[in-house]
């Protein structure tokens, strides 16, 4: 016998995690389901380079170094002598190369690129699931990036629009949609403020119409593009991507809450240098400051602050008094990237699981040891993971179905296979259906990806609780802090919650989106199932039956139990399409779960049984088995 040491005895083997795209049976099976087989062959091979370039050691050092060298405001926003004077944010260098990449990548353009149509966002989508454990957070700006491209290009699109709003939206866009890092922009989007969080009808921020005079030296001299005619004056409580190009934000005028595209800089010719004394001009912020950076829990590489804007310059989108309408524009793309993005968390937390499972032994009682992968209880546990984890996937890709066709209305594309044809709305009720799915999406998908993270965290025992920096591929600690914040921000729980109800319940549009959701869970059952069928009739008899004053103590009950039969119809028709044991065992312990099943417990011996965990965990692979032949 002879004692370990720090470099002697046992050290465990390194996991390895490969390519997601090749590995994930879940992302393969989803991409089937629901994108045409001529576009997922052309676009495969750049999925599967992306995933190749999410675990390239040079990109996990980039993030490790976000994660190091964390944001922060140079002087504290003062000069020596304590004078205020421009907040400098400085940022790592992980995190610009990180998003010189995803605008490289176009993970936000990519949505407003010609070719896939409708499809467009479910590969954009699919992407972001594959990369977001390793973007450090950089997905966020993304987000709201993508938020302000889709409600600019709908701006542009009207007819009344005058021409220098367009000269100006067209710009913003231009930059919004560019692939080059040197020409590309992010977006803020500045709501949140101290007297409402999420009730932003309680805003603070003022903007008042003021143009400046035509011969004002402030404009940008490169592009010839002027300062917005509104001057706007307040304090943001809460602003993600602090380091973007510009924002889109809200503020009251004599008509009401508007919304206001504002850029973050502005050129002034009489800037005084601090080093040198002299006026040779400059770039300076556009009457904005930063107050602090917020102390966070999790998301600690994104620059997240309290700003105070004073006279910045900015231009009225839309009508005024309008902003919450303009603004859910953003909301409902945002809204959908947090849960993709705690889908990207997943994925990478049951890959990292997966290869663990692999290589770590246990005892198997009499001496004996065994991989994790043949521990029935483990596999036990990772299966149910994936089950959630292939629903959530399941739910999260028909919203991005849904939200491509509502982006490309006059698309003569098909759907891929019958069965989506069957769940695909008319075209009626496209933006209703929607306008549900946003809300139940976000609030499930995003608590959920939480729990499930967790229990991959879990999984690794001690070492999954430890930030693995070292090893960063391996930090599901990470990933865990971050996805914290998905249930948090873009509304709450409750906040969703209580607008499904409202949405539901509105005079004029809540029948169209309760005939949207009856069409969908019947026509994705067809029959079939009875407890899906009279789960849901519950559930609309009481949204119908009951006031909205008196279902908003009941909300999160309502949106938690559409949210478990949308999912249930969505795995009906994946277990119907094609011969996938897999996906056929994967619904049956779903329904089951969730009391939708009219079917008893499949009796298996303990082989079969931890052969059907396995398959579900590892996928199946095409292999006839005896645990299939006894669904």
Request: charged share 25%; net charge neutral.
């Amino acid at each position: 016998m002879e004692p370990s040491s720090a470099t002697k005895g046992f050290f465990q083997k390194l996991p390895t995690v490969g390519n997601q795209f090749l590995e994930d049976d879940t992302v393969q099976r989803v991409l089937k389901l629901f994108v045409p087989q001529d576009i997922l062959s052309k676009e495969a091979t750049e999925i599967e380079q992306l995933c190749e370039d999410a675990l390239d050691p040079v990109v996990l050092d980039w993030v490790s170094d976000a994660e190091r060298n964390q944001p922060y405001v140079s002087g504290g926003g003062k000069n020596a002598f304590g004078q205020p004077n421009s907040s400098k944010l400085v940022l790592s260098e992980g995190w610009r190369q990180l998003q010189n990449l995803g605008f490289e990548k176009g993970l936000s353009a990519q949505g407003y690129e010609p070719g896939l149509e409708q499809y467009t966002r479910i590969v954009q989508y699919m992407r972001l699931v594959l990369w977001e454990g390793s973007s450090a957070n950089t997905s966020c700006p993304q987000a709201m990036q993508d938020g302000a491209s889709r409600l600019l290009q709908r701006q542009l699109s009207k007819d009344g629009l005058n021409p220098t709003d367009r000269k100006v939206f067209q710009n913003a866009f231009d930059h919004l949609v560019s692939r080059d890092p040197k020409n590309a922009w992010t977006s803020g989007q500045w709501m949140t403020e101290r007297p409402g969080g999420s009730d932003v009808s309680q805003s603070e921020t003022v903007a008042t119409y003021a143009p400046l005079s035509p011969d004002s030296p402030l404009c940008d001299p490169a592009e010839g593009i002027p300062l917005g005619p509104w001057s706007i004056s307040g304090f943001k409580w809460f602003s993600s991507a602090t380091d973007s190009n510009m924002a889109i934000l809200l503020a009251k005028t004599p008509r009401g809450l508007s919304a206001f595209y504002a850029p973050m800089r502005r050129h002034n010719p009489s800037l005084v240098t601090s080093a040198t004394g002299k006026s040779g001009g400059g770039w300076e912020l556009n009457g904005v400051s930063i107050s602090r950076l917020k102390n966070k829990m999790g998301t600690k590489s994104l620059p997240t602050a309290e700003l105070e804007l004073d006279g910045m310059r900015g231009w009225l989108i839309g009508e005024e008094g309008k902003g919450i309408r303009e603004i859910s524009t953003i909301l409902t793309i945002t809204r959908v990237r947090t849960s993709v993005g705690g889908l990207g968390y997943l994925s990478r937390s049951l890959a990292v699981a997966r290869a663990f499972a692999k290589v770590r032994e246990v005892g198997a009682g009499r001496g004996a040891r065994i991989k994790l992968s043949d521990n029935p209880l483990h596999m036990k546990t990772l299966s149910d993971v994936t089950v959630e984890y292939h629903g959530l996937m399941l739910f999260a890709f028909y919203s991005a179905y849904v939200m491509g066709m509502e982006e490309h209305p006059s698309s003569k594309m098909p759907p891929p296979s019958s069965a989506i044809a069957r769940i695909t709305p008319s075209r009626e009720l496209v933006s209703p259906l929607l306008r549900v799915l946003t809300p139940i999406l976000k609030a499930y998908c995003s608590k959920q990806c939480i729990t499930q993270i967790y229990t991959c965290m879990e999984s690794l025992g001690g070492v999954g609780y430890l930030e693995n920096s070292e090893t960063e591929y391996l930090n599901i600690a990470r990933l865990f802090r971050d996805a914290c914040v998905l249930s948090i921000w873009e509304g709450t729980t409750d906040v969703l919650s209580t607008d499904l109800i409202r949405a539901l319940k509105h005079p004029r549009e809540g029948p169209a989106s309760m005939k949207a959701l009856d069409q969908l869970i019947c026509a994705a059952v067809q029959g079939r199932n009875e407890k899906i069928t009279k789960a849901w009739e519950a559930v609309k008899h009481e949204v119908e039956r009951t006031s909205q004053a008196d279902l908003l103590n009941r909300a999160r009950e309502i949106l938690w139990r559409i949210s478990e039969v949308l999912i249930g119809g969505l795995h009906e028709v994946d277990s119907c399409t094609g011969d996938d044991p897999r996906s056929r065992e994967i619904c049956h312990r779903y329904l089951l779960k969730k009391d939708l099943s009219g079917h008893p417990v499949v009796e298996r011996n303990s082989k079969d049984e931890l052969a059907a965990c396995q398959a579900i965990v590892f996928g199946g692979r095409g292999k006839t088995t005896e645990w299939a032949s006894k669904l």
